[in-house]
């Protein structure tokens, strides 16, 4: 078991890995952040361990794992607008991108959608951890919750990663985006974004995340 100073060196090693990947990447990382985002990897490879929240190498972890959850979803943050108060990340999981977005910009409310019920525990646990405030965990599918009459047209993002999207997804995200909010589309390499949008939602830019070569597409809803 690693002694006290063995877990200092280590974050200070994490820390100056995020600040370099952050800096590849043309994002700014506060100390505060760097804090935050450390935990976050922490609390995610703990659960890891016993149930299977991601693929991705954690313990430590590796430059394809800080990329994907940790660099991508700040370049998206970066992209927010100004005016957006309320997010919705759909199929939540290990808590990417929504909990480092949530970290990057505090004062977003955001309603994180997993049905899955140890990933949604996992989800409310982080929150509590993390002492992020205006962030609701909703434990079920995101069709159930295009009933709720709160959130009809009331969101101005979406965030989508590593969920279907077909034109029954985009049907339910017209439920609940505003007209002209906004989407932001987390896609691989090689993936076409363009393909993959439905009307009345239009592709509006799409940032290549450097190193990695991802891509953060935003799509807004035409009226």
């Not at 800096?23 to 299977?52: D, F, H, R």
């Not at 159930?144 to 997804?169: G, M, S, Y």
Request: one cysteine or more.
């Amino acid at each position: 078991m690693a002694d006290s100073g063995e877990q200092c060196v280590a974050v200070t090693i994490l820390a100056d890995r995020l600040a370099l990947r952050a800096k590849q990447a043309g994002v700014p990382v506060s100390a505060e952040l760097a804090a935050g985002l450390e935990a976050y990897l922490g609390l995610l490879a703990k659960w890891n361990s016993t149930i299977n929240l991601t693929a991705l190498q954690l313990d430590p972890p590796d430059e394809g794992a800080l990329d994907r959850l940790i660099i991508e979803p700040l370049v998206a943050a970066r992209l927010v607008l100004p005016s957006v108060r309320l997010a919705i990340d759909i199929g939540s999981g290990g808590g990417s991108p929504a909990l480092p977005m949530k970290l990057a910009l505090p004062s977003l409310r955001f309603v994180l959608v997993e049905s899955k019920v140890r990933k949604a525990a996992f989800l409310g646990e982080a929150v509590r951890q993390l002492a992020l405030g205006g962030v609701e965990v909703a434990n079920c599918r995101f069709d159930e919750l295009l009933t709720r009459v709160d959130l009809r047209e009331a969101a101005d993002l979406v965030t989508i990663r590593a969920v279907k999207t077909d034109r029954k997804l985009w049907d339910g995200i017209q439920v609940v985006l505003k007209p002209h909010g906004q989407v932001i589309l987390f896609a691989g390499a090689d993936q076409s974004v363009a393909d993959s949008i439905s009307s009345p939602f239009r592709l509006e830019a799409t940032v290549t995340v450097q190193p990695s070569r991802s891509q953060v597409a935003i799509v807004r809803r035409m009226p």
